[in-house]
């Protein structure tokens, strides 16, 4: 039987380590490809790196993290964060990232996802879709909003529209981001997710707002959602992954002990 | 003349960097290659595939190595297709309506997303993330790994071989075919180099079986 999976996901800039809340006033953990590894020996499913960095020297030294994670750690990994061209996709997929994430790009630019569904395959590309609760209203029926640049533009979008678009151009999975919950530790955004989770076929990973074992079973059951990211809880030590895994194994979740 | 590494086949220019990096871990001698040549001088062959089922036969055919495989299968030479690479060994592929190498009689079929599973929800199509495989038949493959290990699957077609054929299973809205061959020329339908431990096991175990020379004393 599918495992659920868990995900820690890693905020780096200038090829350092960062968690933010609230996208604001990060403050820097150290080295990523060392996280990485340690993430990767305690259980971890796989890893996802999100590219903070703004200037084009963070990027190369982005692409550097991406090669040397790769020589490190035999499980599956996704890089996101400021992909905007199949260029950069191919980049970062050579320096051995199993998919790529895109974004705000890829809502300026919907294109983007056939054209790298075409040239990578549908496994490779992911969709990162960040979503803001909103009064509902004939342009946001859902009552979701899509945002971008990291949750601070109103996208005009409907989160589930999109969704569902996104899968017609060829994603083969939605990393589903609630910019309400992120940051805060009070649960992932259930109705959200699982809005999102009913509607589409491929895979959802819920995040934002993993503040306990808990939070993560419900968002893989009531959310039904196939994997759960999440960041501070394991950062800071407050849980290990395997306690995390024990806790969803003792409660009847699916997932791989190791 | 073979000599001691492993060929990893990769007919679209440099896409076959996960295998290459999980066999260095290992230490294990590799070597990235499209040449029809060199594969005759690995003592095993890796093929991974890239892409879909039509995509792949087409570029195979065009390098030449379509041949190129069937000859070396034919004479022994270990062989081990993952992912894709493992559909392709079947006859047929439904993706792209493909005519494949055909190295063992059966079709790839694609998921029924109609299909339910333990729960009762319906599957989710592409396949994706980490299951165990049930072994139906030994295998020096299978050496060191046990039941409940778990390996990482990413893929929305899987192989239907011949009964006499299948090694192991999982199930996904129903019991499919996780890996099938003979001893020496294995498929497997999910990704060893992602899957961790078992999976790194399972690629030493395939170097451990073509450094003693495919079993046969060669």
């Given at each position: ?84 061209t199949v260029k950069r996709m191919r980049d970062v997929l050579l320096c051995g990232a199993e998919k790529v994430s895109l974004n705000s790009a890829a809502v300026r630019n919907p294109g983007l996802i056939a054209e ?143 | ?218």
């Open positions: 039987m599918l495992s659920k999976r868990l995900i820690p996901c890693l905020d780096v800039r200038d090829g350092l380590l960062t968690k933010g809340v609230k996208f604001q006033n990060n403050q820097d953990l150290g080295d990523p490809v060392e996280a990485a590894r340690l993430y990767y020996e305690a259980g971890a499913d796989e890893i996802v790196f999100y590219d903070i960095t703004a200037s084009a020297e963070g990027r190369s030294l982005f692409l550097n993290v991406v090669e040397r994670v790769a020589e490190a750690i035999f499980i599956p990994f996704s890089v996101g964060g400021g992909v905007s790298a569904a075409e040239a990578f395959g549908s496994q490779a590309v992911v969709l990162g879709l960040d979503a803001k609760k909103v009064p509902q209203s004939a342009r946001v029926p859902s009552g979701y909003e899509v945002v971008t640049d990291g949750g601070r533009s109103p996208a005009k979008l409907d989160a589930l529209a999109w969704a569902l678009k996104a899968e017609k151009l060829g994603i083969g999975e939605i990393c589903l981001n609630s910019i309400d919950a992120d940051g805060t530790r009070d649960g992932y955004e259930l109705e959200l997710t699982r809005l999102i989770a009913e509607n589409v076929e491929v895979p959802v990973i819920a995040s934002g707002g993993a503040g306990s074992p808990r939070h993560l079973l419900d968002a893989l059951t009531e959310g039904q959602a196939s994997a759960a990211l999440f960041a501070s809880i394991v950062h800071y030590k407050q849980y290990t992954i395997t306690d995390l895994k024990r806790y969803l194994h003792d409660h009847g979740c699916p997932v791989r002990l190791v | 003349m073979k000599s001691e590494f492993l060929a990893i086949i990769d007919y679209k220019a440099g896409n076959q960097t996960s295998v290459r990096r999980a066999l260095r871990h290992l230490k294990i001698p590799a070597e990235v290659t499209a040449d029809p040549e060199r594969l005759k001088d690995a003592s095993g062959i890796i093929f991974p595939g890239v892409g879909a089922a039509g995509q792949a036969m087409a570029a195979l055919k065009e390098a030449g190595l379509d041949c190129a495989i069937r000859e070396l299968v034919g004479a022994g030479r270990p062989f081990l297709g993952i992912c894709l690479g493992c559909q392709i060994m079947l006859d047929y592929s439904e993706e792209n309506d493909t005519r494949t190498l055909g190295l063992f009689p059966g079709k790839n079929l694609r998921f029924d997303k109609n299909s339910r599973d333990e729960s009762g929800r319906t599957i989710r199509v592409p396949h994706m993330g980490w299951n165990t495989i049930r072994v139906k038949s030994s295998s020096a493959l299978f050496d060191g790994v046990e039941e409940g290990h778990q390996f990482y699957f990413v893929h929305s077609y899987y192989p239907n071989p011949e009964l006499k054929h299948l090694l192991a299973t999982t199930y996904h809205g129903g019991e499919f075919c996780s890996v099938f061959g003979r001893e020496g020329t294995w498929a497997v339908q999910f990704h060893p180099e992602k899957s961790g431990r078992p999976g790194l096991r399972m690629l030493r175990n395939f170097y451990e079986y073509a450094r003693r020379g495919g079993g046969s004393g060669c």
